[in-house]
Protein backbone atom coordinates (compact mmCIF):
# COMPACT_ATOMS: atom_id res chain seq x y z
CA UNK A 1 0.00 0.00 0.00
CA UNK A 2 2.69 2.42 0.42
CA UNK A 3 4.38 1.49 -2.30
CA UNK A 4 1.95 3.26 -3.98
CA UNK A 5 2.40 6.36 -2.59
CA UNK A 6 5.67 6.34 -3.12
CA UNK A 7 8.80 4.13 -4.62
CA UNK A 8 10.11 2.69 -1.43
CA UNK A 9 11.97 -0.52 -0.89
CA UNK A 10 10.08 -3.61 -0.41
CA UNK A 11 8.78 -4.31 3.02
CA UNK A 12 8.47 -0.61 4.05
CA UNK A 13 6.48 -0.62 7.17
CA UNK A 14 5.21 2.35 9.25
CA UNK A 15 6.10 2.86 13.02
CA UNK A 16 2.97 3.38 14.86
CA UNK A 17 0.06 4.88 12.97
CA UNK A 18 -1.85 7.76 12.35
CA UNK A 19 -5.37 7.68 12.26
CA UNK A 20 -7.87 9.41 9.18
CA UNK A 21 -8.07 12.60 11.37
CA UNK A 22 -4.60 12.91 12.92
CA UNK A 23 -1.74 14.45 11.31
CA UNK A 24 2.15 14.82 11.77
CA UNK A 25 5.42 12.65 12.52
CA UNK A 26 4.90 9.31 10.67
CA UNK A 27 8.18 7.12 10.47
CA UNK A 28 8.68 4.30 7.88
CA UNK A 29 11.71 1.75 8.37
CA UNK A 30 11.84 -2.10 7.15
CA UNK A 31 13.30 -3.41 10.17
CA UNK A 32 10.11 -5.08 11.69
CA UNK A 33 12.47 -5.22 15.48
CA UNK A 34 12.66 -1.44 15.24
CA UNK A 35 8.77 -0.83 14.76
CA UNK A 36 8.29 -3.04 17.89
CA UNK A 37 10.82 -1.95 19.81
CA UNK A 38 9.44 1.69 19.18
CA UNK A 39 5.76 0.70 19.48
CA UNK A 40 5.47 -1.81 22.12
CA UNK A 41 8.40 -1.89 24.40
CA UNK A 42 6.80 1.31 26.01
CA UNK A 43 10.30 3.29 26.53
CA UNK A 44 9.95 5.50 23.11
CA UNK A 45 8.25 8.98 23.84
CA UNK A 46 5.47 10.16 21.53
CA UNK A 47 4.68 13.72 21.79
CA UNK A 48 1.57 15.18 20.34
CA UNK A 49 0.07 18.90 20.02
CA UNK A 50 -3.80 18.76 20.92
CA UNK A 51 -6.05 21.15 20.30
CA UNK A 52 -9.11 20.78 22.84
CA UNK A 53 -12.88 21.91 22.91
CA UNK A 54 -12.73 24.64 25.49
CA UNK A 55 -10.45 26.29 27.67
CA UNK A 56 -8.75 22.99 29.64
CA UNK A 57 -7.60 24.03 33.58
CA UNK A 58 -5.46 22.53 35.84
CA UNK A 59 -7.32 20.54 37.32
CA UNK A 60 -7.87 18.38 34.13
CA UNK A 61 -4.10 18.76 33.24
CA UNK A 62 -3.14 16.76 36.63
CA UNK A 63 -5.87 14.09 35.72
CA UNK A 64 -4.37 13.47 32.47
CA UNK A 65 -1.09 13.17 33.77
CA UNK A 66 -1.91 10.72 36.83
CA UNK A 67 -4.05 8.54 34.28
CA UNK A 68 -7.73 8.32 33.15
CA UNK A 69 -9.72 5.37 32.82
CA UNK A 70 -10.54 4.99 28.90
CA UNK A 71 -12.26 1.89 27.11
CA UNK A 72 -10.02 -0.20 24.96
CA UNK A 73 -11.88 -3.35 23.27
CA UNK A 74 -14.67 -3.13 25.83
CA UNK A 75 -12.44 -2.96 28.66
CA UNK A 76 -11.96 -0.33 31.01
CA UNK A 77 -7.93 0.83 30.78
CA UNK A 78 -6.33 3.14 33.15
CA UNK A 79 -3.77 4.97 31.37
CA UNK A 80 0.06 5.30 32.55
CA UNK A 81 1.03 8.90 33.89
CA UNK A 82 2.26 11.13 31.66
CA UNK A 83 3.45 14.41 30.51
CA UNK A 84 1.25 16.93 29.98
CA UNK A 85 1.44 20.95 29.86
CA UNK A 86 -0.95 24.01 28.53
CA UNK A 87 0.93 25.17 25.37
CA UNK A 88 0.24 28.67 23.08
CA UNK A 89 -1.22 27.86 19.40
CA UNK A 90 1.45 26.34 17.41
CA UNK A 91 2.05 27.84 13.91
CA UNK A 92 0.71 24.48 11.70
CA UNK A 93 -0.55 25.27 8.19
CA UNK A 94 -4.14 25.37 8.34
CA UNK A 95 -6.06 22.40 7.41
CA UNK A 96 -7.98 22.12 3.95
CA UNK A 97 -11.35 20.80 5.93
CA UNK A 98 -11.32 23.44 8.66
CA UNK A 99 -12.31 22.17 12.20
CA UNK A 100 -14.07 24.81 13.50
CA UNK A 101 -14.20 28.40 13.82
CA UNK A 102 -14.03 30.54 16.86
CA UNK A 103 -17.50 31.55 17.03
CA UNK A 104 -17.86 28.12 18.36
CA UNK A 105 -16.36 28.63 21.88
CA UNK A 106 -13.29 28.92 22.85
CA UNK A 107 -10.29 25.96 22.34
CA UNK A 108 -7.15 25.14 23.98
CA UNK A 109 -3.69 23.12 23.05
CA UNK A 110 -1.92 20.90 25.37
CA UNK A 111 1.16 18.86 24.61
CA UNK A 112 0.59 15.32 25.59
CA UNK A 113 3.51 12.66 25.94
CA UNK A 114 3.33 9.31 26.11
CA UNK A 115 5.51 6.44 26.36
CA UNK A 116 2.68 3.89 25.51
CA UNK A 117 0.32 4.26 22.60
CA UNK A 118 -3.42 2.68 22.86
CA UNK A 119 -6.07 3.06 20.25
CA UNK A 120 -7.07 6.07 19.87
CA UNK A 121 -5.37 6.68 22.79
CA UNK A 122 -4.78 10.70 23.35
CA UNK A 123 -8.41 11.26 22.06
CA UNK A 124 -10.03 9.06 24.39
CA UNK A 125 -7.86 10.72 27.21
CA UNK A 126 -9.12 14.38 26.50
CA UNK A 127 -12.47 13.21 26.32
CA UNK A 128 -12.39 11.37 29.40
CA UNK A 129 -11.92 14.70 31.48
CA UNK A 130 -14.40 16.26 29.13
CA UNK A 131 -12.18 18.21 26.43
CA UNK A 132 -12.80 16.24 23.13
CA UNK A 133 -10.13 16.53 20.72
CA UNK A 134 -10.33 18.54 17.82
CA UNK A 135 -6.65 18.16 15.98
CA UNK A 136 -4.40 16.14 17.03
CA UNK A 137 -0.61 16.40 15.36
CA UNK A 138 2.33 14.25 16.60
CA UNK A 139 5.38 16.18 16.93
CA UNK A 140 7.98 13.44 18.08
CA UNK A 141 9.18 9.99 18.16
CA UNK A 142 12.03 9.83 21.09
CA UNK A 143 14.15 12.26 19.44
CA UNK A 144 12.79 12.64 16.17
CA UNK A 145 11.41 15.90 15.55
CA UNK A 146 8.77 16.70 12.94
CA UNK A 147 9.90 20.24 12.87
CA UNK A 148 13.75 19.08 11.65
CA UNK A 149 12.69 16.98 8.70
CA UNK A 150 11.39 17.60 5.44
CA UNK A 151 8.86 15.58 3.87
CA UNK A 152 10.62 12.38 3.18
CA UNK A 153 13.59 12.85 5.33
CA UNK A 154 15.69 9.94 6.44
CA UNK A 155 16.91 9.28 10.23
CA UNK A 156 18.96 6.97 11.28
CA UNK A 157 18.16 4.05 13.24
CA UNK A 158 21.17 4.47 15.31
CA UNK A 159 19.94 8.02 15.84
CA UNK A 160 16.24 7.05 17.00
CA UNK A 161 17.82 4.53 19.60
CA UNK A 162 19.73 7.36 20.84
CA UNK A 163 16.64 8.98 22.52
CA UNK A 164 15.92 5.37 24.85
CA UNK A 165 19.30 5.29 26.45
Known amino acids: MLGE ?13 LDV ?11 GKVSDFITTRGKVEKEYYVQLDGAITMNEIEQLRNGVKIGIKGEKYLTKPCKVTIIDTPNFPDRI ?17 LQEGKYRQVRKMTSAVGFPTLRLVRVRIGNVLLNNLESGGVVE ?7 VK
Not at 97 to 113: A, F, L
Not at 157 to 163: A, F, G, H, T, Y
Open 21 to 31: KSEGLLLLTTD
Open 97 to 113: MKIRDDRHGPTSWISIT
Open 157 to 163: VEDLMES
Open 5 to 17: LHDFPEGTMAIGR
